[in-house]
């Protein structure tokens, strides 16, 4: 067997400033140590902070007053925020920058009296806090259908934003409906989907071709990692998204001779590496390590935890 290995691939620079402000709020105020949510969606991430006594939760309740919070790279809405200042918690703030920026655009569009249509997945929780700082000025779509079946007031001045972790081709096929329906709909400056989620998606589509299937590092409830495996299966290969090596079935491969092996922006490299290692001892793989687009982006940790380490 080969093995193309996709580049880039694994962590994106909002979830190594998400995990590292986690390791150094847990260095400063050690355990007990709360996260609203998951810090970033990945079962293997999530366990390893659990381990080490992290715990997270699904509602801002569950924090004893005074303790320590850390609101995950997902963000969250303001009424999150004002639920924390009630309960005196310490609030680190550890939302990927990109997201932020989201959140930042929805505020502007809604003061200046446009309704927003966001386009994103139900549920999600970037979608929850995106929707959070305008929710009477934000009405979610997730596909061209819904688009159709919007009920939009006359003279209604219109913009559109979209989730960060979305398919470009997707996203692309909605921003088109959307313009199609209202030709007047403004949108944001830059578009909304990040650099990773981007490079990631034009990686697997630029190295598909050579494979015969293709095997995705990523947990089920990270958007980006599903975006990946659906883009491989839309270009007639085979894909499954696996947490780590052990979920790998050699029946998978019988009869293929390349694989493809990527990674979602919220899943780790020693996981990728199990895989690889796995690979090899099971069908006598070699690696050719493939570079689609070079990354070099970084963002710094919250303030709240560069003040006090200084």
Same mark, same amino acid.
């Given at each position: 067997?080969?093995?193309?290995?996709?580049?880039?691939?694994?962590?994106?620079?909002? +979830? /190594?400033?998400?995990?590292?402000?986690?390791?150094?709020?847990?260095? =400063?105020?050690?355990?007990?140590?709360? #996260?609203?949510?998951?810090?970033?969606?990945?079962?293997?991430?999530?366990?390893?902070?659990?381990?080490?006594?992290?715990?997270?939760?699904?509602?801002?309740?569950?924090?004893?007053?005074?303790?320590?919070? !850390?609101?995950?790279? $997902?963000?969250?809405?303001?009424?999150?925020?004002?639920?924390?200042?009630?309960?005196?918690?310490?609030?680190?703030?550890?939302?990927?920058?990109?997201?932020?920026?989201?959140? #930042?655009?929805?505020?502007?569009?809604?003061?200046?009296?446009? $309704?927003?249509?966001?386009?994103?997945?139900?549920?999600?929780?970037?979608?929850?806090?995106?929707?959070?700082?305008?929710?009477?000025?934000?009405?979610?779509?997730?596909?061209?259908?819904?688009?159709?079946?919007?009920?939009?007031?006359?003279?209604?001045?219109?913009?559109? *934003?979209?989730?960060?972790? !979305?398919?470009?081709?997707?996203?692309?096929?909605?921003?088109?409906?959307?313009?199609?329906?209202?030709?007047?709909?403004?949108?944001?400056?830059?578009?909304?989907?990040?650099?990773?989620?981007? /490079?990631?998606?034009?990686?697997?589509?630029?190295?598909?071709?050579?494979?015969?299937?293709?095997?995705?590092?990523?947990?089920?409830?990270?958007? /980006?990692? /599903?975006?990946?495996?659906?883009?491989?299966?839309?270009?007639?290969?085979?894909?499954? *998204?696996?947490?780590?090596?052990?979920?790998?079935?050699?029946?998978?491969?019988?009869?293929?001779?390349?694989?493809?092996?990527?990674?979602?922006?919220?899943?780790?490299?020693? +996981?990728?590496?199990?895989?690889?290692? &796995? !690979?090899?001892?099971?069908?006598?793989?070699?690696?050719?390590?493939?570079?689609?687009? %070079? %990354?070099?982006?970084?963002?710094?940790?919250? &303030?709240? =935890?560069?003040?006090?380490?200084?």
């Amino acid at each position: 067997m080969k093995i193309i290995l996709a580049n880039p691939r694994g962590f994106c620079a909002g +979830v /190594n400033m998400a995990i590292e402000s986690l390791e150094r709020a847990l260095q =400063l105020f050690g355990t007990p140590l709360y #996260v609203y949510h998951e810090i970033v969606h990945n079962r293997p991430v999530v366990e390893r902070f659990s381990a080490k006594g992290v715990e997270f939760v699904d509602s801002i309740d569950e924090v004893p007053r005074g303790a320590t919070v !850390l609101y995950s790279a $997902h963000g969250v809405s303001p009424a999150i925020r004002n639920a924390a200042q009630e309960r005196s918690l310490r609030a680190i703030d550890a939302t990927c920058p990109l997201v932020t920026k989201v959140h #930042v655009e929805a505020i502007k569009f809604a003061r200046e009296g446009y $309704h927003i249509i966001l386009i994103g997945h139900e549920g999600h929780d970037e979608v929850l806090g995106t929707m959070g700082e305008a929710p009477e000025a934000m009405t979610l779509v997730q596909d061209a259908a819904d688009v159709a079946r919007l009920e939009i007031p006359p003279g209604t001045k219109l913009a559109y *934003l979209t989730q960060t972790t !979305l398919s470009v081709d997707e996203a692309s096929e909605i921003i088109g409906a959307l313009r199609a329906r209202f030709p007047d709909i403004a949108g944001p400056k830059k578009e909304d989907i990040c650099y990773a989620t981007q /490079n990631r998606q034009e990686a697997v589509k630029t190295l598909v071709g050579e494979a015969d299937s293709v095997i995705v590092l990523g947990s089920r409830n990270s958007s /980006n990692s /599903n975006r990946l495996a659906e883009l491989a299966c839309a270009k007639g290969k085979p894909a499954r *998204l696996i947490d780590t090596a052990a979920e790998l079935d050699p029946a998978w491969f019988q009869g293929h001779e390349t694989v493809l092996v990527t990674a979602g922006a919220s899943a780790p490299e020693d +996981v990728v590496e199990a895989c690889i290692e &796995r !690979l090899k001892s099971l069908f006598n793989a070699t690696v050719e390590s493939r570079v689609v687009r %070079e %990354e070099n982006v970084s963002f710094p940790l919250p &303030r709240e =935890l560069t003040v006090l380490a200084r």
